[in-house]
C-alpha cells in the first residue's frame, strides 16, 4: 500500500515536487550537496589540486550520473555517491511520512 503523500514538497512547501525537486533543487537538498561538495573537497590530497577534477562541485549531472569524473581523485566515489543519494532520499522521506525535518548540515 503507497502511502497518500501530499504532492507539494514537505520540507520547503514547492507545489511541484518531481525528481529533479526531490533530489537536487529542494534548497534543504542544494544546501547538502554544497556542504558535501565543500567537505568531498577537502578530503582531496594536494597532490590532486592541480587536477581538471578539481574542486569538486555536485551538480545535477553527477546527482543524477554519479561521481564518476572524480574517480582518479576520489577514492571509492561511487560509493559515495550511493550514499549521499541514500541519505537524501532518507531525509526526505522521514519528513514526508514522520514530520521530521532534518537540515542539510545533519543529512
Ligand atoms: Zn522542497
Redo the contacts with the bound molecule.
Keep these: 500500500m503507497v502511502p497518500d503523500l501530499p504532492d507539494c ?1 514537505p ?4 507545489d511541484k ?1 518531481d525528481l529533479a ?1 526531490y533530489f537536487v533543487e ?4 542544494a544546501r547538502f550537496w554544497l556542504l558535501a561538495s565543500r567537505f568531498l573537497t577537502a578530503t582531496v590530497p594536494a597532490e590532486y589540486h592541480t587536477s581538471d577534477a578539481f574542486p569538486i562541485t555536485i551538480d545535477a549531472s553527477a546527482v543524477v550520473h554519479g561521481f564518476d569524473r572524480w574517480r582518479k581523485i576520489l577514492p571509492n566515489h561511487a560509493a559515495l555517491h550511493g550514499l549521499a543519494v541514500w541519505e537524501v532520499y532518507r531525509a526526505h522521506a522521514e519528513t514526508a511520512l514522520d514530520g521530521r525535518t532534518i537540515t542539510a548540515d545533519a543529512i
Excluded: N, Y
Excluded at 529542494?26 to 537538498?29: D, E, F, I, K, Q
Design positions: 514538497c520540507v520547503c512547501g514547492e515536487e525537486h529542494c534548497p534543504r537538498v
